[in-house]
């Protein structure tokens, strides 16, 4: 959905910050800063949300990124690829334990991979008693066994989320 602006308002930036997916529907997630206001929103096809402060309300802005970074993901990884490797090599001489370590190997691997994608972020907008809140938690499928709820996958634009964090600040500071 189009932002409406006023008609001495200017939208100095756009980010689209993360996307998430739950029952094949995809949700955006995104943050816009004009020269009068800040409009935080989440959209699809069905619905559109949206929160907007104005811009000379802002007293702090805070915030926290943190991409998860281990070892062992790397190990996973490294245990896929030798596993699919051994199996490669020995699909001649056993056809059977070939294609369990083939299988295990690319288990390994998908497992390592999803492992390296997590991450998270929030954004905390003071506005004197109030604040805006943004936040997202990146590379987990939810899904409760019990409720048999949907999955729902979240992935963050870190790239974007860099980008908020390095001139947010500057904007709102220079427009007020």
Same mark, same amino acid.
């Given at each position: ?9 200017? =939208? ?5 910050? #993360? ?18 206001? =800040?409009? $935080? ?8 949300? +949206? ?12 915030? +926290? ?21 051994? #199996?490669? #090599? ?5 056809? /059977?334990? #070939? ?8 288990? %390994? %691997? ?6 390296? &994608? ?7 907008? /003071?506005?004197?008693?109030? $604040?805006? &809140?943004?936040? $997202? ?20 634009? +870190? ?18």
């Amino acid at each position: 959905m189009q932002t409406q602006l006023s008609a001495d308002e200017t =939208i100095i930036k756009s980010w689209d910050y #993360a996307s998430e997916k739950k029952r094949g529907e995809k949700n955006r997630a995104n943050l816009t800063v004009t020269n009068k206001r =800040i409009i $935080a929103s989440t959209a699809n096809s069905h619905e559109y949300k +949206y929160t907007e402060i104005p811009l000379k309300a802002v007293q702090t802005i805070d915030g +926290y990124r943190d991409k998860k970074f281990n070892i062992f993901s790397i190990i996973i990884i490294v245990f896929g690829l030798v596993s699919a490797i051994v #199996a490669i #090599a020995s699909f001649k001489s056993n056809i /059977g334990i #070939a294609v369990a370590l083939l299988l295990l190997g690319i288990v %390994l %691997l998908i497992l390592g991979i999803v492992n390296l &994608c997590k991450g998270s972020f929030y954004l905390i907008i /003071g506005i004197g008693n109030d $604040a805006l &809140c943004l936040n $997202a938690n990146s590379g987990d499928e939810f899904k409760h066994k019990k409720r048999r709820q949907p999955r729902v996958k979240v992935k963050i634009d +870190y790239n974007m989320v860099d980008e908020i964090f390095a001139s947010l600040g500057a904007i709102v500071y220079d427009n007020n």
